[in-house]
């Protein structure tokens, strides 16, 4: 993208020279002026945004920002190098990224000494990348960590989400101006006909009633009570379905997904290796939480699995250095509930048979843990009133004989949570 | 029928109408509006600017907090889990408290490793599931931030090992003077064990003990009669005549928790059986046992020992025994003690004599009178005897002495605070300066700690190893529930350490085990798993079979002691409040705003005097007192000392003595500020027949000033018990043993009238049935008055597991206290010696609750299963509910003061003032360590929203969750509220209802059960057992 940028920016450059030659087209070249100004704006603004994306392209396979791969974590190498190459650092990268082998081969000390440090393997050519490419690369790399982001995922879905709304309010609108439109045509046509009726047949033109002008007619009836009343309360209803829902989101954080110290795929050890859910999640079926999985559960596996197919040992030589060096792993919490609310893992999991699936979406699927319900309490109500309790088998209901009266009688088909008071305060509010 | 008249407070009996008026004010501040509607603007406390300013803050600060991104939270897992740890599930530890002579075996629940309440242990068959206030509120203390961090020498911060070079070094220097250890009562064989190790290094050490509130004289008194220097173990259950001279058996003497349980056994009459023990108290002082007495005199301490002689000489008069002579004539009470003599005459080997008396002559007098009455092997029993008191005063005076001769070398200081307590705590100061090497392994930097060079502080009994034999037989293990917070040191490790020994003290207590009591069984043939269950298990027991008997009474030598010369003049009576102890918890924010059970006054302590004597004596105006916290200040002096201290009227206070509790005017920042808190009595005691007296002659003087008392007494008191046609409504009810038939026959008339009545209402259909249907569990529970003794236990463990905020004393003054169960005090009878019923009172979960239909945002409303649910995120603070309930049991949080928000300016009082800081509440409640005891299954409660009691919800939801995954119906019994926990009478059951054969169903239905202004229609779920007194009048005719 940025290789584009540039070919329209040397692009506009001769013509901005033309257009100056030329004094006549002066207002052009202004106009071209403004144009490329805006596109400058534009290109340096998004020259992080592009060093992402050369990054991915031709770093990411064995370089990582925070991690060190097969090459060195590049975050803030910039910095890094102040002092320990000859000249200005960034020049120093240039020359290395262009062509690294020439120069360590040029005698460069430190070339040399990366080269040793990385097991001799040397890093690929980059010969084609223009000095901008490289430049862009190098901001991307100076950008400040950021601890948890929301993906590039959710604000898409979230703008798909908008623009949806959008199109059904734009064909509302539309058909509103169309017959207004239609309303304010057949209106004058009607009072062009029997302006033309009165002139020319005044003795017929008496019959008909007497019609105002449109705008005269619009005048009357918006300063009317009844127009004010209906207009005050489309802007009411407006506002408090607007709040309402507005305020029913607050907090809640549908599909977040936040960077994870450790980049564990659920894919892969649910889809492809098929580990149970309950396996590392030792508290599902005992208590309120589910529990992230202490170490020392990953390492029951990964004492044989040093490997794995995407990171290679990158990420699973984090757990060793937690485990071997008693250090917590920081993971970021996704699923967060507000501390008036009372929830537990082993009633859903344990009583209610309920897969995890339901709450937490198909995370077989998902590389990176993403929050994919609400975790409202619309929501919650909502599937309380839906789900069945497993009245049979379990002699904890017998109690409910009122209820067992009624499932006999075939006065009730199911019980849900909702008729035994899953839906009180005081379920999941103490 | 109950034409009875009970009050709260004195002002009800001389001015009703101001009573009725206040009673209808929940709210007894003034809100600062009137400023808002007064003219003068400008002036007001609240001007219209700063309406607008608070209005637009927080619509600003409202909204902020709604658009702010969420904050990132991070779930941290544990490394390596340990494998009996589940985040989010309780483990529960068996452990024994014992502090000083306290006693009681316990279960620590523990949450990720963090101890976070206290519970009794059913498997004890001393303490058999039952605790007290501060054992329950001991779990606290563990997160107490004045707790020493770090051992210290001279003031200074040291290390272990530098401390321990300088302790040994100067040990060793030292061979021709004397060493001394001064502890408190030791439970523990095991740190006993590592004394007598240290001694055996060190021989010229001795080892001492010293109890604050010693019972030196029964143990000598022992020692006389039986050649044994232990307590007697009693057993109030096979008692069916008790009489108490001074010994607050239920409150605080020797192991109330135990004799609670026993002195219930025999206190549940029915119509059919109408059988209970009968408890006679001679007391100076409105003690938690004088109140619960069928019969009860006044008689000061100085007479005690007195009184005790005249007993005996009456009973052996009947009993055709031999009198003692010389013994002067009691004029004041001979009446009486003769009705008391041939009332324990009748009951000859079912009868029990005890004193708190610290005079040997007197306690040599006690045992002989139970032998006349042949109560040994009975009610009374030297085979297995008690160690919970063993401070010999006089030999703690010896120390004192050879101190200040110069002769000892070192002072080893251990759980005792004598320079706080002694009666000649100066001459104490003055002899420590003469020892060279003075070492203190108290937890906290108090009176004594800061005299000694060395503070080596010990362990919580949370965080360390111990064990502990409270009576023969009966043995129990303390484990650690938490990894130590602080440095500190165990001090017996440190005390092995010094001796040279480099064990740790589990493997100490374990070959102490191993030697000793592994033998004593036959179950588990190895001691590995005779220790593993025993630790389980928390206790271990075994029946000891020893026949003590009697070697020698000599009464005359005893009758020496006895003076016989009526003390003129106004007495002070010392003693120890109830559920607060000798001042060791001072520092504990709990037990400090527990109301005390009689005077219901938090946060210090307080003169007691007689109505007569304020009236008569004082000029005082009975009435005046009761409404506004402000009493009048006195001086009570003697040549030596003095202090100040707010008048209190006390009904049922002796006319000739005033009462003050210990435990108060801490002087010494021990950590947290409570400098200023009431004033030391313990000046006030006396060293006299070679032990220390609780009392002394004093004069008393008012000053004229005014001090606040933070007295929750008049604060949510209900209205409709105080209508003046209305006396006879059900609030309390109590009868005598003799009317129980005709009780029982009015009672169930009275039922059926109000089944009736309220038939074809809103909520009973035509038949009488309930128009609610509650088609699961329907929650209830009951509480016998009859049982309940008032000890407050209860209301400490609520305040545990429901994360109950303290609130501090002045906001207690304004009626801020928020406790969800109060214990209600009713007196009734005449002000001068009144009878008391103690009432718990919480939310009664009514089924036609009127705090529901007022609410208007609907936070409060009703469940399926009877509970009356309270939504805090719902709530918006109207208060209204606190308005409609008659009950008064609901608890406003005027301010934030759990620290559940971030603006620390939510707790901006009226005056501009900071609530927490102005009783320096931050340390207490709001630090992050004290935030640690905080049960993480209970919401914490903001500003502005109501609570109250939700009959332990959470322990509910979990009982009916564990049945669920077992798939088992739901057992009676399974669920425990924590009052009901907690409770070691076990007057209160919960359960389900709806379960004809569950005991709450059972009870709730039963002859004596009644419910609170049943009449008014509010369907409550508790049902209140009517209290019966065995007043005695068969005896009499």
Redesign the interface.
Known sequence: MSQKCKIIFSDKKTKILEGIADKESWFKSFKTLFFITLVSLFFFSANAQDGKALFKANCAACHALDAELTGPALRGVEARLEGTVDGSPREWLHSWIKNNIGLRESGDAYAQEVFDKYGGVPMNVFPTLSKEDINAIIDYTNEEKV??VVSENTVEGADANISDDDSTLLILVGVAILLFIILIVLSSVWSTISGAVKEKYPELGKNLPEILPFEKRLKKSLKSTTAKIIFALVILSYISVYTFDGASK??T?EGYM?EQPIKFSHKLHVTGNKIDCKYCH??AE????A???????CMNCHKAVRVGPVHGETEIAKIYD??EN????????VH?L???V?F?H??HV??GNVACETCHGNVGEMEEIKQVSTLGMGWCVNCHRETKVQFK???????????HEKLKNQELKDVTVD???GT????C?? | MLKKKYWQGLRELSDKASVEAEAHNEFKEKLPVEGLLSDDLAKAPASRRDFLKTLGFSVTAATLA?SCE?Q??????????PEEI????ANYYASTFAEGGDYCSILVKTREGRPIKIEGNDLSGLTKGGTNAKAQAAVLSLYDNGRLKHPLIKGEKATWRKVDRKIKGALAENTDKKNYIISSTILSPSTKKAIQDFIAKYPNTTHVTYDAVSCSAIIEASDISFGKKALPSYDFSKANVIASFGADFLGEWLSPIEYSKQYVQNRVPTSENPVMSRHIQYDAGMSLTASNADERHTLKGSLQALAIANLYNKIAVLAGAETVSGIAKLESHDEVLAKTASELWKNKGASLVVSNSNNTGAQVFINAINNLLENYGKSVSMNTVSFQKQGIDSEVQAMIADMSAGDVAGLFVYDCNPAYSLPNATDFKEAVSKVSLTISMNSHLDETTALMEYACPNHNFLEAWNDAAPKAGFYSLGQPAIQKLFDTRQAQESLLRWAGIETDFVDYIQAYWKENLFTKQTKYTSFQSFWTNSLRDGVFEYTVDENTTMSSLDLMEASKTISTNDNEGLEVCVYEKTGFGDGRFANNAWLQELSDPISKITWGNFIAVSPKYARETLGLDLGDLEITAERPVAKVSNEKYEIKLPVVIQPGQSDDAISIAVGYGREQGAGVQRDGLGANVYPFTTYSNGNVQSFSNVKLELTGEIEEVAQTQMQHIMESSRKDNLEERMVVLDTDLSQLGEFVEERAKDKEHIANYLKGSFYRDETGESVH?Y???KWGMSIDLNACTGCNACSIACVAENNIPIVGKTEVTRSHEMSWIRIDRYFTGTVDNPEVVYQPMMCQHCDNAPCENVCPVNAT?H???G?N??????CVGTRYCENNCPYKVRKFNWYDYMGADSFSSLNDGPRGENVIDRDSLNEDVLSDLTRMVLNP????RARGVMEKC?FC??RI?EA??D????????KDGVIKTACQQACSTGAIVFG?V??PESEVAKLSDSERSYRVIEEVGTLPSIAYLAKVRNKSNEQEA
């Open positions: 601890v948890a607050i907090a954080q936040p030792v508290g005992k208590g309120k939480q529990v992230i999985p202490s170490v020392n559960i937690a485990f008693k250090k917590t792993v920081k993971w970021v919490k967060n507000p501390d008036h009372y537990n082993s009633q344990m009583v088998g379990n002699d904890f209901y017998n109690t409910y004989e009122s209820l008729m035994i008071g009180e305060c005081q379920k509010h103490y | 709604a969420t990132i939270r991070k779930a941290i897992p544990y490394v390596i889990k589940t985040p989010g599930v249907k088609p699961g569990h409303n469940s399926s299963e509970l649910q309270m939504a805090y995120n719902r299954d209970v919401t914490v939700s919800i959470q939801q009916k969750l049945a669920k995954k077992e798939g088992e119906e739901l389900d709806n379960n």
